[in-house]
């Protein structure tokens, strides 16, 4: 990589982390700025990301002659693409999980508190929430036995 492009990397990284710092402290004190400061957390974060990958892998001087090389870059490939679909999924599906085990555990406790009776039935909802972090890491394991 040339000191260029760890320059360029750099001063990305640098700004994806003040400009969502600027945006979160400049203006009224909202609901809003918390919102913008999340979108734009999440636009630096992923334009990093692109940047990085143009950065790392589109070099011109990288280039491979022979085609055994290319097609053991591309089972590398796959086989890391593997790796991050599954901890894109179970990641995504803990997150989801969790929210849904928040909502469902504090409506539960305070029916509780009413009506001791369906305590049950509460914790069935709270079970079904919890679920989704379990199929979320099954599938994960399932995309880890194909690589």
């Not at 402290?25 to 809003?32: D, E, I, S, W």
């Not at 990085?52 to 591309?74: C, K, L, N, P």
Request: glycine share 14%.
């Amino acid at each position: 990589m040339t000191t260029l492009a760890m320059i360029t990397l750099a001063i990305v990284l640098v700004l994806s982390i003040l400009v969502p710092f600027g945006v979160f402290l400049g203006g009224r004190r909202t609901k809003g700025r918390f919102k913008a400061s999340l979108a734009v957390n999440v636009f630096l974060f992923f334009g990093t990301l692109l940047i990085a990958a143009v950065v790392m892998f589109g070099g011109s001087d990288v280039a491979m002659a022979e085609e055994a090389a290319e097609a053991a870059q591309s089972a590398g490939l796959a086989t890391g693409m593997g790796y991050l679909a599954a901890a894109l999924v179970t990641g995504l599906s803990c997150i989801g999980g969790g929210i849904a085990v928040a909502s469902a555990a504090s409506a539960a406790l305070g029916a509780i508190s009413e009506d001791q009776s369906i305590l049950g039935k509460s914790l069935i909802f709270v079970g079904l929430a919890e679920g989704v972090a379990l199929y979320g890491l099954i599938i994960s394991f399932m995309i880890l036995g194909q690589l």
